[in-house]
């Protein structure tokens, strides 16, 4: 018979937020597969459970994924685990678990800690509906591009960031989605843990302030509301967007909808 496939969630900084159940089958699992197999045996070790590692991350997920099934197929069991979190969520694994289903293996999810839900439950910003977005696209024009995609969505936004481009990210907010509440939720669970709540420029000022950001980062936006209406000229306001990184078409489109003209009125105005 097959073997199983268990995604495990681990904890995100604090060593005490595991499931027993999760302790349990990674002490039962044949073998454990690894973002990062030094940081996984810090976990392992502090449990005392003595289980072979191999490591599973995005640059030898192709061929790891077919060793590891031909071990499923053989009746191995695997707990799959990230270095911090929920497997699959902004870290490898979708293509073992595509795998293992199309083979026919069972797999069981281990659910526990999420840095993504953990910091929306702290933030203080509506929870009924959020969207989940990754980490944000790193190149400026791309950034501004994936916010203004979102601008109407009426959930909290939540996104991962890394510490060198957060004060990037809250820029772009500023400048796309205007001044929508925010949270920074920096180190979650950990010996530094904050949260830094305001406008993008609010809090991009207390962390412009500091000599540097360092920790994991999850950027919270508040959803979508009607604003007043925006009485800067429409040049002005094209400008500023292209100024961000925006395309000058995709400027002029994001204005048009905004204040409810047609994209050849706004053309115009800027010709």
Do not use: W
């Not at 499923?72 to 490898?92: F, H, K, N, Q, R």
């Not at 920790?215 to 509301?225: K, S, V």
């Amino acid at each position: 018979m097959p073997g199983l496939l268990y995604l495990v969630a681990t904890p995100i900084g604090n060593l005490e937020d595991i499931t027993y159940r999760a302790v349990r089958v990674l002490g039962e699992a044949d073998v454990i597969a690894c973002e990062d197999t030094r940081q996984t045996r810090k976990l392992l070790d502090h449990y005392g459970i003595q289980k072979p590692t191999v490591s599973y991350h995005e640059h030898n997920e192709a061929e790891r994924t077919q060793d590891l099934l031909t071990r499923l197929a053989g009746g191995t069991t695997v707990a799959l685990v990230s270095d911090a979190g929920m497997p699959l969520v902004s870290d490898p694994g979708y293509r073992l678990v595509r795998a293992a289903i199309d083979a026919g293996v069972t797999v069981h999810p281990v659910p526990g800690p999420s840095a993504s839900l953990a910091a929306l439950a702290a933030s203080g910003l509506p929870t009924d509906a959020f969207y989940f977005g990754g980490f944000l696209p790193a190149k400026t024009g791309q950034r501004a591009r994936a916010l203004e995609a979102l601008a109407e969505e009426e959930a909290t936004l939540v996104f991962y960031e890394a510490p060198h481009r957060i004060l990037e990210a809250l820029e772009a907010v500023e400048t796309v989605l205007g001044p929508r509440p925010v949270v920074v939720a920096r180190e979650i669970t950990k010996l530094h843990e904050e949260f830094l709540r305001g406008t993008a420029r609010e809090v991009r000022d207390q962390l412009a302030a500091r000599d540097s950001v360092k920790g994991e980062i999850t950027l919270l936006i508040g959803r979508a509301t009607s604003p007043p209406p925006d009485e800067t000229p429409i040049e002005e306001a094209v400008d500023t967007l292209v100024r961000s990184g925006m395309a000058r078409m995709d400027a002029i489109k994001q204005v048009a909808r905004k204040r409810g003209l047609s994209k050849r009125e706004v053309y115009k105005h800027v010709l």
